[in-house]
């Protein structure tokens, strides 16, 4: 089941997303936070670093490169200045360290960073009708970007 | 569906043509190098604006920096040549108007206001101003219905419409180079901005943003290929090259709400009301630069 699963992650990644059967990932709300990180994986089935790197680079999912530069996508024109370069990031934190980031960077950083919480739903207020109650990333998009991110070595 | 800022307009035809584009990309990804605003003038016309000008008490910064420091040399220079400028084409569309009888009241705005270079000389440079009938601000906009509806027996304007558009462009651009300046002892001013100014701190929509998150704290850096200014309304209508249009305040901040992943309030209702006058307030000492241009 899990094997499966993992096989079609890697080839159509929208399928993916909704694969994750419901009920099976840790609410955004239930995500346990110790020593800014996150040691459990959210759902159990092992990311993705390919549909991985798809999320971080979509403007409509991750759109971490609004923020992020990376060296590794020299071949996207324009990487923001807003956050560090994530050069190296792999080497710098640890999984579940990327994963408390990932998931909710206020709970890391504190309240005060721009960084948006991709699994939280500690988010502003007037949230679009169409966004309300939902997270920007499934459990399974932050497991799969979390497994790119730990590629991004020194 | 429209792209705004966040998840980002297709890089312009022209840009990506030249192979510049891409060395510009990585000079930005990888060494920020242009991060600064640049330390030039601009004048108009041979008139010098104020781009950077004290800021007010309580701002976090020093100085308050006119939209026009943090664009590209291609952009900066359209704003600053009038014949090049392609919101100047609003300006003469908005002194027709001006000029066209309209409505049952057989009046033109020239009929009783005559010459606007007389008439409305500077007064743009302090709008949003208190309106004792509505108790509420109003903006040029509002007050140009205001005169349609009560003077020349005509509905209001829709919003955003070319007409709208460009008879505000025009009244805006007799203040050119004219500081902006409130008066917020009027009627309810202060209350107006103190809402404003709650409102701009206010983190909104699934992002989480407040227009502080990205005109305050991230001002000088880069949020994709977009050099963030200090976000301020000076230049407004501006003219947009990315849309190839003119662009009213209350759209460019409808715009940067969406982009929040917030319910976009309407235009000039009271939550854009209070930002503007907020807004303006934030940009005290810098010129009116109407029709500025923006990428």
Known sequence: MKFAKTIFAGAIFALQAAAAPAG????????????????????????????????????????????????????????????????????????????????DAKKVFGEETVMPGFYSLNVGANVAKDRVGQTILTAQQVEDVVAYLATLKE | MRRGAWEGLPVRGKFAAIGAGVLVASALAFSAVQAEPVDETLSIDGVEMTTRAKAQEGLPFDEVLSGWLFREAETRQLEADSFENPGMLYVERGEEI??????????????????????????????????????????????????????????????????????????????????????????????????????????????????????????????????????????????????????????????????????????????????????TWRGTGLSVETPAVRQ
């Open chain 2, 98 to 279: 001006w000029n066209t009888v309209e409505g049952p009241a057989g009046q033109s705005c020239a009929s009783c206001h005559g010459d606007a270079a007389e008439s409305m000389a500077g007064i743009a440079a302090h709008y949003p101003k208190w309106d004792a009938d509505s108790q509420r601000p109003i903006n040029i906009e509002l007050r140009i219905d205001k005169c349609r509806v009560e003077h020349m027996g005509l509905e209001p304007y829709k919003f955003d419409s070319d007409d709208q558009k460009a008879l505000t462009t025009y009244i805006k651009h007799q203040s050119l180079g004219e500081p902006v300046n409130l008066d917020l002892a009027e009627g309810d001013m202060q209350s107006w901005w103190e809402r404003g100014k709650e409102r701009y701190y206010l983190r909104t929509g699934q992002l989480n943003f407040a227009c502080a998150s990205c005109h305050e704290a991230n001002s000088g850096l880069y949020i994709r290929a977009d050099h963030l200014s200090q976000g301020q309304a000076n230049g407004f209508p501006t003219y947009r090259l990315k849309q190839a249009d003119m662009v009213s305040l209350h759209n460019r901040l409808r715009g940067c709400i969406r982009d929040t992943r917030a319910e976009t309030p309407a235009a000039f209702s009271d939550e854009l009301m209070a930002l503007e006058v907020y807004l």
């Open chain 1, 24 to 103: 099976e990932a840790v609410p955004p709300d239930q995500v346990k936070f110790e020593d800014f990180a996150v040691a459990e994986s959210l759902t159990g089935v092992p990311g993705d670093p390919q549909a991985g790197a798809e999320v971080f680079r979509d403007r409509g999912l991750g759109n971490c490169l609004a923020c992020h530069a990376n060296s590794a996508m020299e071949e996207e024109l324009f990487h923001g200045t807003v956050g560090p370069s994530l050069d190296g990031v792999g080497s710098r934190w640890e999984p579940a360290q990327l994963r408390a980031i990932v998931a």
